[in-house]
T-cell receptor, first 115, second 116 residues
């Protein structure tokens, strides 16, 4: 069975602070995909990143960066110099390699960035 | 890019009403679509997987007779909440898998259902 754990239910920071959202996963598969999604108050899910299990390179995209550690089954997400517009719920998700397979979501982390 | 269109975006209706939610893939064919439900301050929970031309696969605990799913064509899946009650009020989201296994799912914008 697959499982994704986001231990931080809510995080509150002040604008310009850096913040890291934790994600730990469980799977018996050797090949899988990991995702991060952003859900603003309007509700739609915004895709942020996909990571293949065989690619442990960290990735940076603007103020966003991701740290994938297969040895600890973690896929953490850092926002540098946070902004008010970053306030949202962030979900980490896991998917089998098989085409058309479902996503297993974590519980989500509510990030509030205060001015 | 691939787009999934979900309608309506918001529904408010009386208890006992049946409500139909549509999920369309606009520029690609989707033999499979997923339906999720999300209660306030909770995660997305998979309700069922709809399969074009065959019966949907429901997750444990989801009432098949309550949540009717029809996947009549390669671009349309519908979820009908039959005889809705206040406890059915939730945010419902559909998605279609990426056409290649490593692609992210394409999500609709969701439907907020409020039953009075």
């Amino acid at each position: 069975a697959q499982k994704v754990t986001q231990a931080q239910t809510e995080i509150s920071v002040v604008e310009k602070e850096d913040v890291t959202l934790d994600c730990v996963y469980e799977t018996r598969d050797t090949t899988y995909y990991l995702f991060w999604y952003k859900q603003p108050p309007s509700g739609e899910l915004v895709f942020l990143i996909r990571r293949n299990s065989f690619d442990e390179q960290n990735e940076i995209s603007g103020r966003y960066s991701w740290n994938f550690q297969k040895s600890t089954s973690s896929f953490n997400f850092t926002i540098t110099a946070s902004q008010v517009v970053d306030s949202a719920v962030y979900f980490c998700a896991l998917k089998k390699e098989t085409s058309g397979s479902r996503l297993t979501f974590g519980e989500g982390t509510q990030l509030t960035v205060n001015p | 890019g691939a787009v999934v269109s979900q309608h309506p975006s918001w529904v408010i209706c009386k208890s006992g009403t049946s409500v139909k939610i549509e999920c369309r893939s606009l520029d690609f064919q989707a033999t499979t679509m997923f339906w999720y439900r999300q209660f306030p301050k909770q995660s997305l929970m998979l309700m069922a997987t709809s399969n074009e031309g065959s019966k949907a696969t429901y997750e444990q605990g989801v009432e098949k007779d309550k949540f009717l799913i029809n996947h009549a064509s390669l671009t349309l899946s519908t979820l009908t909440v039959t005889s809705a009650h206040p406890e059915d009020s939730s945010f419902y989201i559909c998605s279609a898998p990426g056409q290649v296994s490593n692609q992210p799912q394409h999500f609709g914008d969701g439907t907020r259902l409020s039953i009075l």
